[in-house]
């Protein structure tokens, strides 16, 4: 008995559809992809020397201990949080946000206790913002 042989036939895949697919979805992540916009903060260093200018003006000091504790024009605060420097600033500054603004920090205060007070600062409004330093010794 002699069968009838079957033939094979050929296996093609035909990647044309699979190409056209991957190119539009290229095309759409390229397209909808928000790249990152680096940001240079631009920022004038004051100098160090100098002489000190007098004014009559009223000044806001706000001076931070070794231990991260605010005093608001000589006067120490309850403590050391964000609502009570800006109840202080508010207090002694009533309307007036055009004042100067002086931070003075130990120099071993921790890093958040000197971004406090300048967030704080900043939300009221104070755009006269100085920060005291010294000039280092001469050797």
């Known amino acids: 008995m002699n069968f009838p042989r079957q033939r094979q036939e050929e ?3 035909n990647l044309t559809p699979l190409i056209d697919v991957v190119f539009l979805l290229l095309i759409f992540f390229m397209v909808s992809t928000t790249f990152t916009k680096e940001t240079h903060l631009e920022v004038d260093l004051p100098e ?3 002489s000190t ?3 009559d003006e009223l000044i806001l000091e706000i001076v931070i201990s070794d231990e991260g504790n605010y005093s608001v024009n000589g006067k ?4 050391s949080q964000a609502e009570t420097l800006r109840r202080a600033l508010k207090e002694l500054a009533g ?5 100067p603004l002086i931070i003075t ?3 071993k205060t921790p890093h958040q206790a000197v ?3 300048m967030d704080v600062s900043g939300k009221l409004g104070f755009d006269k913002l100085s920060i005291t330093t010294q000039e280092p010794d001469a050797e």
């Open 105 to 107: 920090a130990d120099a």
């Open 95 to 99: 309307e007036k946000r055009d004042l």
């Open 115 to 117: 971004v406090t007070a």
């Open 76 to 79: 120490p605060l309850v403590n």
């Open 48 to 50: 160090a020397s100098g």
């Open 11 to 13: 296996v093609n895949v």
């Open 53 to 55: 200018t007098v004014t």
